[in-house]
């Protein structure tokens, strides 16, 4: 199975700290914040990344370089700055994610414990994708999904259900982007809530060390956590 990093944010909210340095290059106990999800998919046997960047995406190339000092292999994808959002930048790498298999995307700008090892056995075969949630956090209370057993609704708030927030980590069948076209800007949300309404969305509640790092206080955080691990 191959995994995509998404890299191409501006990092809006992160500013000053981005208008020189790319988000994922910024530092987390004492390596930049991309490089623990490397870590963590070359330990779990992945082989095979694609990174899409376009905010300062030259640095996270000369960075990261082809990814052998992780034992992996690495390929890029550019994208305009800005332009294609997050569906439209996976849509955009399916030629070197590959068109028949399904495939791990994880947000760049998150830190999480959860096992990658189990990304090639969450799908079943009529899932189009499997999400990983978490208990909504304070700065995102409403939460995403509701989740009631495995199937994911697109409501939050759907009767019986628990609201949870989306954690930036999913496995997808390419299919459920074969109508974007490649270059198209396009969505996530949208796409998976068509497929939710196929009850073809399952999903799993995270319970372990979840970290959206939006903001500069919460990378402090993260980065003082690490560090007195």
């Known amino acids: 199975m191959k995994a995509m990093v998404l890299a191409a944010g501006r990092g809006e909210r992160m500013r000053p700290l981005t208008d020189l340095t790319p988000k994922p290059l ?9 490089v623990w999800h490397l870590e963590r998919l ?7 990344v694609v ?17 052998s000092r992780w034992g992996l292999a690495i ?8 332009a294609l959002e997050t569906a439209g930048g996976i849509a955009n790498a399916l030629p070197l994610l590959g068109h028949d298999e399904p495939f791990l995307v994880i947000n760049g700008d998150i830190w999480c414990d959860w096992d990658l090892t189990r990304a090639t056995t969450v799908l079943t075969p009529g899932d189009l994708a499997h999400l990983v949630l ?6 995102h209370p409403q939460g995403d999904f509701a989740l009631c057993g495995r199937a994911v609704a697109g409501d ?15 496995v997808y069948r390419p299919q459920i982007f074969a109508g974007v076209r490649r270059g198209q800007p396009a969505k996530l949300a949208p796409l998976l809530r068509a497929a939710m309404a196929e009850r073809r969305v399952s999903g799993e509640l ?3 060390r979840w970290v959206d790092v939006g903001t500069p206080q919460r990378l402090a955080e ?7 691990l």
């Open 75 to 82: 390929a890029y994808s550019p994208e305009p700055e800005g």
């Open 222 to 228: 993260l980065d003082a956590s690490l560090r007195s």
């Open 51 to 67: 990174i899409n960047h376009a905010h300062l995406g030259t640095q996270i190339e000369d960075a990261l370089g082809d990814g």
């Open 134 to 139: 978490v208990p909504n956090p304070p700065h």
């Open 42 to 48: 070359a330990r779990a046997g992945f082989c095979d």
């Open 156 to 170: 939050a708030a759907t009767g019986g259900a628990q609201g949870c927030t989306f954690s930036g980590i999913g």
């Open 206 to 208: 995270h319970a372990g």
């Open 26 to 34: 910024l530092p987390v106990a004492g390596k930049p914040l991309i």
